[in-house]
């Protein structure tokens, strides 16, 4: 996932964990609006060269699975309201606070904190 404008963070690895849930509109006016009031805070990218590509940013355009596990309208992964308040996640911060909780942390010998942990420190900088 990308976003240029959270402070700190450009790129973040976060553990998927749903069932069916995922964003889904009747109209895709729907998504233009809240793109023009910049309210899609975190789209789902694909994962194979780490550059965005047009369907990462393109509403019509679903990139598939596993880069778009769910299946999201308009690749996203990250919503907010209008006031800027309220962030509602697919991927699940809580569960990367630590390196160890990533399920490759030892093949790739990770330490020290998660990508989880950027969300809730960026949160608490903000609000702070």
Known sequence: MKHDSITGITE???PI???EGRIAVRELGV???WQK???I????RPRED???SKAAVDNSTLLPFP???NGSLANIAGLGDASGRVLGLMPHPERFLHSTQHPQWTRRQ???SGDGLKIFRNAVEYFG
């Not at 805070?41 to 789902?44: C, E, S």
């Open 37 to 39: 009031k910049s309210q």
């Open 41 to 44: 805070a975190l789209r789902y």
């Open 31 to 33: 998504i233009d609006s």
């Open 17 to 19: 964990a749903h069932g």
């Open 50 to 52: 780490g550059n965005p």
């Open 110 to 112: 990770l330490t020290g």
């Open 67 to 69: 880069d778009n596990p």
């Open 12 to 14: 973040i690895e976060l």
